[in-house]
């Protein structure tokens, strides 16, 4: 999607071992979100960012830690992968965190944890 | 808690006949309502939104929404189906006086069958 690249596309790996997932964005939004996705799950909020090295823990962040030292790029480090970590993930920017302003998505990463 | 529910996990319909895909939420006050279509192996693509005024919000690729505020619904909709509209369609709430992320229901996956 224009202004948002995830990389990498997919991954496998074993467990135990650390992970890191890039989302870079070309738009200079403020805000960026990381999803999961599973099914019967639908998207779920891992961790967002409001500024460079300000976040906040999502729905499901166990797990799961991020970093933001530029306004263009939000990591995403499982620290010691899990099977249940097994999953395809989303990042999300918008301009603002509220009020009536929507997302524009990545295309994905599908993490596979064997 | 803004919380968001799809009740259908699939609808099935045959092309050319319309279609519905059932949203209902629960927030504290007044709602900001979005409607988000995934194709396969593609991050989400924003449909349309609902922020306020006119109960009918019209939106890409024909489709349009009826925000319904007595009944808590957003179902989405669209007069003639086409087998292109196959995919998952997912819609999301956050309420009109907080600042917060929004919330995404688990999924509808519509399959249009020719």
């Known amino acids: 999607d224009a202004g948002i690249t995830q990389s990498p596309r997919h991954k496998v790996t074993e467990t135990g071992t650390p992970v890191t997932l890039r989302c870079h964005q070309t738009e200079n939004h403020r805000y960026m979100y990381w999803y999961r996705q599973d099914p019967g799950h639908g998207l779920r909020l891992i961790h967002y960012?409001?500024?460079?090295?300000?976040?906040d823990k999502g729905e499901v962040s166990d797990g799961y830690s991020v970093s933001r030292s530029k306004t263009e790029d939000f990591l995403l480090t499982l620290e010691s992968a899990t099977s249940s970590q097994t999953s395809v993930y989303f990042c999300?920017?918008?301009?603002?965190?509220?009020?009536?302003?929507?997302?524009?998505f990545g295309s994905g990463t599908r993490l596979t944890v064997v | 808690a803004q919380s968001v529910a799809q009740p259908e996990d699939q609808v099935n319909v045959a092309e050319g006949n319309p279609l519905t895909v059932k949203c209902t939420y629960s927030?504290?006050?007044?709602?900001?309502l979005f409607w988000y279509v995934q194709y396969p192996n593609r991050g989400l693509q924003f449909l349309l939104k609902y922020i306020t005024g006119d109960n009918l919000v019209k939106g890409s690729y024909g489709f349009e929404a009826e925000f319904n505020k007595s009944q808590t619904s957003f179902h989405l909709k669209k007069p003639s189906a086409l087998v292109s509209d196959s995919a998952l369609y997912f819609c999301a709430v956050r309420d009109y006086s907080g600042n917060t992320p929004l919330v995404f229901g688990k999924g509808t996956r519509l399959s249009v069958i020719a």
């Open positions: 960012s409001y500024g460079v090295k300000d976040t």
């Open positions: 999300a920017i918008s301009e603002q965190l509220g009020q009536a302003y929507g997302y524009t």
């Open positions: 927030v504290s006050g007044n709602p900001y």
